[in-house]
């Protein structure tokens, strides 16, 4: 249920067909789970840190034009936020 919460927050996160730096996309991922899932900034930072760390530039791009996350990257979203701290 935590990896489709996340998920989903990362959709409505998308930030459209402006390019983005890797550092805007990661201030603007970690103040939406922040502010939509009412996660601690640590516990944010910690879950998008680590995902954009697993992640290429070009499986970025379109996650920042409103593509949906593949199901592999949805589950690892899942396992990165209860490492960061945050209950399945």
């Known amino acids: 249920m935590l990896a489709v919460a996340l998920a989903s927050v990362l ?3 998308g930030c459209g067909s402006r390019k983005y730096t890797r ?3 990661r201030d603007r991922w970690v103040n939406t789970f922040e502010a939509e899932l009412d996660l601690s900034r640590e516990q944010a930072a ?3 840190d680590r995902f954009l ?3 290429t530039d070009a499986e ?3 996650l920042t034009n409103g593509d949906d ?3 592999a990257q949805a589950q690892r979203i899942g396992e990165i ?3 960061c701290g945050v209950a399945g």
């Open 11 to 13: 959709m409505v996160a």
């Open 23 to 25: 550092d805007q996309v």
């Open 46 to 48: 910690c879950i998008v």
């Open 53 to 55: 760390g697993e992640i």
């Open 60 to 62: 970025l791009r379109p």
């Open 69 to 71: 996350l593949s199901d």
């Open 81 to 83: 936020a209860v490492t």
